[in-house]
Nanobody
Framework: QVQLVESGGGLVQAGGSLRLSCAAS???????MGWFRQAPGKEREFVTSILWSASNTDYADSVKGRFTISRDNAKNTVYLQMNSLKPEDTAVYYCAATRNYGRRAEDEYAYWGQGTQVTVSS
């Protein structure tokens, strides 16, 4: 079992930055971690993922160059640094864990956090 708790969401102006954290507990060894988001009225979508070793990352085109995923395995924490935020980044952001790095589909991810709200004002 893996438990995930996100934090760091909030309200920010367009062009600003936020850093989300995802604290993991339980049997987290070897899991790849991902971030997804769900905007109002839209389906949840893949944002980014990182391999257990942090040697590989994957980004959705919409966030490439603006968002950076990282992880600190000693702290069992994954981070999402979000820069140059846009109003269209407004969503609930979810952290998730998978044994299948490189997959973007939700059903590849076995464990999910409760989500944290990010709101970007124009």
């Amino acid at each position: 079992q893996v438990q995930l708790v996100e934090s760091g969401g909030g309200l920010v102006q367009a062009g600003g930055s936020l850093r989300l954290s995802c604290a993991a507990s339980g049997r987290t060894f070897s899991y790849a971690m991902g971030w997804f988001r769900q905007a109002p009225g839209k389906e949840r979508e893949f944002v980014t993922s990182i391999l257990w070793s942090a040697s590989n990352t994957d980004y959705a085109d919409s966030v490439k160059g603006r968002f950076t995923i990282s992880r600190d395995n000693a702290k069992n924490t994954v981070y999402l640094q979000m820069n140059s935020l846009k109003p269209e980044d407004t969503a609930v952001y979810y952290c998730a864990a998978t044994r299948n790095y490189g997959r973007r589909a939700e059903d590849e991810y076995a464990y999910w956090g409760q989500g944290t709200q990010v709101t970007v004002s124009s």
